[in-house]
């Protein structure tokens, strides 16, 4: 009876430790695995979400219907739905706490005395230029055929071009209707839509004024840190760009005739470029503001298009473009009476000045055109039928 029973115990203690050798060659096989990512892949538990998950090896050592499975604990606290953010949701919440807001009650630093000829008046002004260097804005002062300086902090005005009446000569301007500056000529340049011409203004004491560029019908300009000069062509519906001194200037937006296809553009207004040599337009027949990036041969749609409307999603003849360095549009929604701000992606814009209707009240615009920022960020928008220029603070 006891040798029976000795011979049970061999037998049964023989068999743990071919089980137990099993389970070691295992461990060492799945161990094996762990130290070869590529043959690894990982397995959620479903009802438990991510308290635990199970390394699943498929090694081609294993037989091809063989897996070896091994559970460890991760987390004793489920993880709801909720708390997953994606990358996209965070960079726009980020976006949302860095936009700037402004007081919706603006005050006026230029006209709003009625429509008039006096250097305290304005006649339907069109674009802006804000120096910071000298706390001053110039504004196409388009009825008066004049720019106009107004120092900021003194309230001072003179003008520096034009003024002399309707003409051709090169002292006089017809309907100037934008303004920018060129940092390496010191200089103004200016679109005189009515002469169809761009020219050069320096100080009004220098004699050197020049026509840079004749024949043109352009609406908008602006300038790149390289100098190029880009003028939209309201008459072609296509944007320009000049190397200064050249007398030919290079397609770089529409010219494929009037239309709304991504290649073509209806009637384009003010333009804005950025530092990586995007180009903004106001597509203004099509209701629509685009982005052409450097040498593309179609550009994409990024505030509007939706036809002309006044929903949140709609433009009606978009003019002033502004562009800031977290890449939000600022365009002057002309016809509804209000600024809109866009992010790109985005299907709707928000409402960041005006909008409450048309009128000459301090939270009311009529027919907004050019728009532009200080440094400080506060917002200055062009009040063209209140012959006004008007300053939202920064909040």
Known sequence: MGNKKLKEIREENEFNEIDLNNCQLKLKQITEELLQPSNISIRQDSQEFIKKISVISSSDSYQSNRSAISTATVSKNPITTNQITTQSQIEQKELQTKKNKFKQFAITVAGGIGKGQ?????????????????????????????????????????????????????????????????????????????????????????????????????????????????????????????????????LVAGGNRQGNHLNQLNHPTYIFIDEDYSLYISDSDNHRVMKWKKGAKEGIIVAGGNGEGYSLKQLDHPQGLFVDHLGQI??????????????????????????????????????????????????????????????????
Not at 157 to 181: M, W
Not at 210 to 215: E, Y
Not at 375 to 388: E, I, K, S
């Open 330 to 395: 600022y365009v002057a929604d002309y016809n509804n009476h209000r600024v809109m701000r866009w992010c790109e992606g985005n299907e709707e814009g928000e409402i960041v000045a005006g909008g409450n209707g048309e009128g000459n009240q301090s939270n009311q615009l009529s027919c907004p055109m050019g728009l532009s920022f200080d440094n400080v960020g506060n917002l200055y928008v062009v009040d063209q039928h209140n012959h006004r220029i008007r300053k939202y603070e920064k909040i």
């Open 118 to 250: 006096g250097l305290n008046q304005l006649y339907c002004p069109q674009g802006i230029f804000i120096d910071d260097n000298n706390k001053s804005i110039y504004i196409a002062d388009s009825q008066n055929d004049r720019i106009v300086k107004l120092y900021l902090n003194s309230n001072t005005r003179e003008i520096i071009a034009g003024g002399n009446g309707i003409g051709n000569k090169i002292n006089q301007l017809f309907r100037p209707i934008d303004i920018i500056f060129d940092k390496e000529n010191n200089s103004f340049i200016i679109s005189d839509l009515g002469n169809r011409r761009i020219i050069r203004f320096y100080d009004q004491n220098e004699p050197n004024q020049q026509i840079l560029i004749s024949n043109i019908l352009c609406y908008g300009l602006a300038i790149d840190k390289n100098g190029f000069i880009y003028t939209s062509d309201c008459q072609n519906h296509e944007v320009i760009r000049w190397k200064q001194g050249d007398k030919k200037g290079e």
